[in-house]
């Protein structure tokens, strides 16, 4: 029982550090920043191996700019016959930009389903690490 709680743990803890948005340090007098957008994922509802691709569509202050991009799959752990996988993209944005966005899932069934965060869309404030 140890074993599985610690498991469960490193795999927690691993998926939290995958991820987390993170944004990179820009070069000093550098406008712009790269920013990692990962879509949300229920690992206890979905599992990843039916998923085809997901894709973000973002925009820039307020929906300008608008782009779609496959996330990447990235293989995380796999425990007890489950797979576990993240899905991210790393964009370039001008520091102070917010990144509004939203997920479309693509699933093996040919189903489509979208996340716009409960119809409030995603919205990040990118700015230069300290």
């Not at 790269?34 to 690992?43: G, T």
């Not at 489950?82 to 790393?90: L, Q």
């Amino acid at each position: 029982m140890k074993k599985i709680i610690l498991c469960f743990l490193s795999v927690t803890l691993i998926m939290g550090t995958l991820l987390m948005p993170k944004t990179v340090h820009a070069a000093e007098n550098d406008e712009w920043v790269v920013y990692r957008i990962s879509a949300p994922i229920s690992y206890d509802k979905v599992d990843t191996r039916d998923i085809k691709n997901i894709t973000v569509h973002f925009g820039v202050n307020g929906w300008n700019e608008i782009k779609d991009v496959e996330l990447s799959r990235h293989f995380v752990d796999a425990y007890m016959g489950r797979v576990f996988e993240a899905f991210w993209t790393d964009v370039y944005v001008k520091k102070g930009s917010t990144l509004d966005y939203c997920f479309k899932y693509d699933f093996n069934s040919n189903e489509v389903k979208w996340d716009n965060n409960n119809g409030k869309d995603y919205h990040v404030v990118v700015s230069q690490l300290p």
